[in-house]
């Protein structure tokens, strides 16, 4: 199990920890993968998401239908959070197995609508946060065009659904699986925690590479990195020396990669402080952060990301936000700051 392949084909479970199987599915994107996995449970599995609405995924799904889990079905699904690599193929394999579904009532209410508003209601909505950013133009087209490809990653969702919270077990087999979640990735992202072998599995929350996208989007958390920041604090506590990532190797860098991406986010504060001492959009500010000319759906991310980084600022008093239809963020000088504790002590 220590010798993990770093070549890991799709669609070939292979164990990872007792009684746990890394699954790998396909994306159709720079990042070109995600790890599903399967728990042991005797006469059946407990499956950790789903994989993406796509076809290779369905076909690669079909055949091991018809194969490996013919005789040894899976019986449970459990859905770490509602983005489409996790919960796309949720519907299909609710029905072919004849599974329980589990989410979060967070992140199952936003499924709702995020994936299924009507584009009458929807459009007029990403319109205005996009123009709350500043986006304008070619690349304010190519966002709202993206809004309509990226809900059809998803397509449908399970007609049942079971809601987990932290401190809930999920019982198997090879052991007991306490839930804990977090938020800022999505709005109560589940992971599981086996505190008998020190595992656990972290889906998006705790990534060994790269950091989970943090971001402000339509009817989403309106302070999503304040959020994270604050889960990891929780996460730091566990007691884990092995995780279980959705993207990436299983890894036993748990608490130094915590302490990473803390970090990471830190500079990345810092260079919004430094870049905007003059009022900035979110739009202009992507630059500071991120590669302008990144395709639709990745500059979709970056500027969520952008937008959050500098929502963060302005809550902690480090920036001024001005504008309603369209934000304009500029950094709070030390003298303005200054002042502001003067008027406060004043006041009191």
């Known amino acids: 199990m220590d010798n993990i392949q770093k070549d890991i084909p799709f669609g070939s479970p292979v164990q990872v920890g007792q009684g746990v199987f890394l699954l790998k599915m396909p994306l159709p994107f720079r990042l070109d993968h995600i790890n599903l996995y399967l728990i042991d449970d005797q006469d059946g599995w407990i499956l950790v998401d789903t994989g993406l609405n796509h076809r290779a995924v369905r076909e690669t799904w079909e055949a091991l239908a018809d194969s490996i889990f013919q005789q040894k079905p899976i019986k449970k699904i459990l859905i770490t959070h509602l983005h489409p690599d996790h919960i796309g193929q949720a519907a299909w394999l609710q029905r072919r197995f004849k599974a329980d579904a589990y989410i979060s009532e967070g992140d199952w ?52 659904v079971k809601f987990l919270r932290t401190g809930d077990i999920v019982s198997a087999a090879s052991g007991d699986w306490r839930v804990v979640s977090g938020s800022g990735h999505s709005p109560e992202h589940l992971c599981l925690w086996n505190e008998a072998s020190r595992e656990m599995i972290t889906g998006d929350h705790v990534l060994p590479k790269i950091t989970p996208n943090i971001g402000i989007i339509v009817g989403g958390l309106s302070n999503p990195l304040e959020n994270y920041l604050l889960s990891l604090e929780d996460f730091l506590a566990i007691d884990c020396t092995r995780y279980f990532p959705a993207h990436g190797l299983p890894s036993e860098n748990y608490h130094e990669r915590i302490a990473e991406i803390k970090m990471h986010h830190h500079r990345q504060l810092q260079k919004l402080l430094g870049g905007c001492g003059e009022p900035t959009t979110v739009y202009e500010a992507v630059g500071m952060l991120f590669n302008t000319e990144l395709p639709p759906h990745q500059y979709m991310f970056a500027l969520g990301e952008t937008a959050a980084h500098l929502r963060y600022l302005e809550s902690i008093g480090l920036m001024h936000r001005d504008g309603e239809k369209t934000w304009s963020f500029k950094s709070v000088s030390q003298a303005d700051q200054q002042r502001e504790e003067t008027a406060c002590a004043s006041s009191v």
């Open 109 to 160: 209410l936003m499924a709702q609508r995020l994936w299924f508003s009507p584009a009458e209601s929807a459009i007029p909505r990403y319109a205005a946060h996009y123009r709350a950013f500043g986006v304008d133009g070619e690349r304010f087209e190519q966002l709202i065009e993206n809004r309509g490809n990226y809900q059809r990653l998803v397509k449908e969702l399970p007609l049942q």
